[in-house]
């Protein structure tokens, strides 16, 4: 298996841009979540889904964050306008139904200028 | 509110000096814990987890962990750094699988 995928792996763009970051989960796998990383909050939950069905977006900053997952191998996370504190490590992970450990992508580092 | 909470953000170790990573939690009742380390430019791996049973768990590369529940803690430990170990760690925890939520990370710097 391939591993979770995430694309692009770098992002650049400018502010009031629209952002969107992909994911494909682990085949099979149940469970995808979105992190996001930084050096002042370090790894924050933004939300997860079940069977593509979201469940928590509690962690999701505001209104400007969205995220689908209109099947079971495919997911994004759109920023729209994106802004300068958006610039942080988005990560994509998975876990499949009944098992504890979750996956993690490489990561896509965007960077809002 | 429940969350985790690394009190050392970075950590400089001479090879062969011994490691211990702190990890504090504030759930009540039954919880799971995970350190997961992210070596440079690569992403999350998972290093150990505690659900029950025997509070000190091993895991990958030497590394172990110690489940206090009197303290709330859960402090990973490795006797001998190698340079290998040069890494971010993190420490997490939830209940059950659903929901887990991470602690702001240690680096950990080993200096040949």
């Known amino acids: 298996d391939a591993g979770v995928i995430q694309s692009p792996r770098h992002e650049v763009t400018e502010m009031g841009q629209e952002v969107t970051l992909r994911c494909k989960p682990i085949?099979?796998?149940?469970?995808l979540f979105w992190y996001r990383q930084t050096m002042m909050r370090g790894l924050e939950l933004l939300i997860y889904?079940?069977?593509?069905?979201?469940?928590?977006d509690s962690g999701m900053p505001e209104d400007r964050f969205s995220a689908k997952m209109p099947n079971a191998s495919f997911s994004t996370l759109k920023i729209q306008p994106s802004e300068p504190r958006d610039s942080a490590v988005y990560f994509c992970?998975?876990?499949?139904?009944?098992?504890?450990?979750?996956?993690f992508g490489p990561g896509t580092r965007l960077t809002v200028l | 509110a429940q969350s985790v909470s690394q009190h050392n953000h970075h950590v400089i170790l001479s090879e062969a000096a011994s490691l211990e990573l702190g990890c504090n939690y504030s759930?009540?009742?039954?919880?799971?814990l995970f350190w997961y380390v992210q070596y440079p430019g690569q992403h999350l791996q998972l290093l150990l987890k505690?659900?029950?049973?025997?509070?000190l768990v091993k895991g990958i590369k030497g590394f172990e962990a110690e489940f206090i529940k009197s303290k709330f803690s859960f402090n990973l430990r490795k006797p001998s750094v190698q340079w290998s170990d040069t890494a971010e760690y993190f420490c997490?925890?939830?209940?059950?699988?659903?929901?887990?939520?991470f602690g702001t990370g240690t680096k950990l710097q080993v200096i040949p």
């Open positions: 992970a998975s876990r499949a139904q009944g098992t504890d450990t979750q996956y």
């Open positions: 085949s099979g796998h149940d469970y």
């Open positions: 889904f079940n069977n593509n069905v979201p469940i928590d």
């Open positions: 759930y009540g009742g039954t919880v799971n």
């Open positions: 505690y659900f029950s049973g025997d509070p």
């Open positions: 997490a925890g939830g209940r059950g699988y659903q929901k887990v939520t």
